[in-house]
C-alpha cells in the first residue's frame, strides 16, 4: 500500500460542473476519513502553469484564497467548482471515502484549534 504521508499526489479532479481539472492533493490519511477531512489541501492547476491552493477554513488566507476565490481564478460560478470529487484509487489503497472523496465548499465539521490539535496527535 502506497504511503502519503509527507507527500503529494497528482490527478484529475472533476468539478460539479462536470470539467476536469488537473490538481495536486496532499495530506491524505489513508485510514483516516475525519483527518483527511479536516487537514486536506488542494492545489488546482491550469495549462499555462497557474496554479491555486485552496485555503482550508482555519487557515489564515481563507478569505482571500478559500472557495470564492478559487472559483474565481477558474472563472466558474461557486456552484459549478463545488463539490470536487477525486478518485486516487488506482495509486493508493485505503478506505473507499478517502481515496474516492470529495471536496465541499464548507467542511461540515469545523473543529476548534484545540480539537484539531487532538485530531492531529490522534
Do not use: W
Amino acid at each position: 500500500m502506497l504511503d502519503l504521508s509527507n507527500r503529494v499526489i497528482g490527478t484529475l479532479a472533476q468539478l460539479a460542473s462536470g470539467e476536469s481539472v488537473y490538481c495536486l492533493l496532499g495530506n491524505i490519511e489513508l485510514q483516516h476519513q475525519q483527518k483527511t477531512k479536516q487537514f486536506l489541501t488542494l492545489t488546482v492547476l491550469k495549462d499555462d502553469g497557474d496554479r491555486f491552493f485552496l485555503a482550508r477554513y482555519f487557515d489564515t488566507d481563507y478569505e482571500i484564497s478559500g472557495p470564492d476565490a478559487l472559483a474565481r481564478f477558474l472563472d466558474l460560478p461557486v456552484e459549478k467548482v463545488f463539490p470536487i470529487s477525486y478518485d486516487i484509487s488506482k495509486s493508493a489503497t485505503g478506505l473507499g471515502p478517502v481515496v474516492k472523496g470529495l471536496i465541499e465548499k464548507e467542511v461540515l465539521e469545523k473543529l476548534s484549534d484545540e480539537e484539531r490539535m487532538a485530531l492531529i496527535i490522534s
